[in-house]
C-alpha cells in the first residue's frame, strides 16, 4: 500500500507536532516501541510512510488514530490491500482529480507570494507528472524552454528523466528560479484549501491525474513510463484500467 493521504493538518509544524504525540505515549512503553511509534508519526505525517505488510498497516492505523483523537493531525488511511495491489485501482481512483475541481482548488489557494508560488508548483505536478520532492527541487538549470518547454530531473531511485509542461506556460517559466515554499507549507496548505473547496485531495493526485490523462490520450504505454519514471511497466499498466475509450484500432474490428 502507498503512502496515507493527508485530509487535514489541524497543528502547525511538523516538530510540534511530534512532541505532543510523545507526550500522549506515556511512561508504559519501551524507549523502542516510542522511537518507532514516532518514526510511523513523522511518516504519516509528511505523507512519505511505506506501508508493504499488514502488521505495519495495523500499526500506521493504531498511530493515525491517536493523532486524530488527541487534535494532533488527522490522517485518511486507505483500506489494506494485498502487497500485488499495493497501488491498486481504487486508491488510484480517489486520488484523480478533473481539470475543473483542480482549477477550484487554485482558486482556493492563499493570494499570498507563497500562495502563488505553490499555484505554479501544482500546475507544475498537474501538467508533468513530477513529485513533490521532484518539484520543490526544481530550479531554472532542470528547464530548457525552445519550441518546447523540457524537463530534466533526477527523481524517484535517482533515475534521469525527461518530461514537458504545456507551451501556454512558457513566459512564465521563462521567469522562474526555484521555490522558497516548503513541504510542510506545501501539504497543509494543499489540505485546508481542498478542505475549503469540497474536494479532498494530496499532490500526489496531481501525479495520478496527469498520468491518467496520457493513457486516456492514447499516449503508448513505454512513453507514459518513461514520463513517470516507473522502473516496472506493469506499474503503468494499472493507469490502463481508467481508460475507456474505444480507439482506432478496435474500430476498424467494428466496435
Do not use: C
Amino acid at each position: 500500500m502507498e503512502m496515507a493521504k493527508i485530509k487535514e493538518n489541524i497543528d502547525n509544524g511538523l516538530e510540534g507536532k511530534l512532541k505532543r504525540f510523545e507526550a500522549i505515549m506515556g511512561y508504559s512503553l519501551s524507549d523502542k516501541t516510542k522511537f518507532e511509534y514516532i518514526k510511523i508519526a513523522r511518516g504519516l505525517i509528511e505523507g512519505t510512510l511505506p506501508v508493504r505488510s499488514r502488521s505495519r498497516y495495523l500499526q500506521a492505523k493504531s498511530v493515525a488514530k491517536k493523532l486524530k483523537d488527541h487534535g494532533i493531525a488527522y490522517i485518511d488511511i486507505p483500506k489494506w490491500q494485498k502487497r500485488g495491489d499495493s497501488r491498486n485501482l481504487e486508491y488510484i481512483q480517489r486520488k484523480l482529480i478533473s481539470e475543473d475541481d483542480f482549477a477550484e482548488i487554485l482558486q482556493r489557494l492563499p493570494d499570498t507570494e507563497k500562495g502563488k508560488e505553490l499555484n505554479l508548483a501544482m500546475r507544475i505536478a498537474f501538467y508533468s507528472g513530477l513529485r513533490l520532492h521532484e518539484v520543490l527541487k526544481l530550479t531554472d538549470k532542470h528547464i530548457k524552454v525552445n519550441d518546447h518547454i523540457i524537463i530534466k530531473i533526477t527523481g524517484k531511485g535517482r533515475k534521469f528523466r525527461t518530461t514537458y509542461l504545456p507551451k501556454d506556460m512558457t513566459e512564465e517559466i521563462k521567469s522562474f528560479r526555484g521555490f522558497t515554499i516548503s513541504y510542510e507549507y506545501t501539504r497543509t496548505t494543499i489540505a485546508r484549501s481542498s478542505q475549503r473547496a469540497g474536494i479532498a485531495i494530496s499532490f500526489h493526485a496531481l501525479r495520478h491525474s496527469f498520468l491518467t490523462r496520457l493513457v486516456n490520450k492514447g499516449i503508448p504505454l513505454p512513453q507514459v513510463q518513461k514520463i513517470a519514471g516507473h522502473s516496472n511497466i506493469i506499474t503503468t499498466a494499472i493507469y490502463l484500467h481508467f481508460s475507456d475509450e474505444v480507439d482506432a484500432n478496435l474500430e476498424k474490428l467494428g466496435y
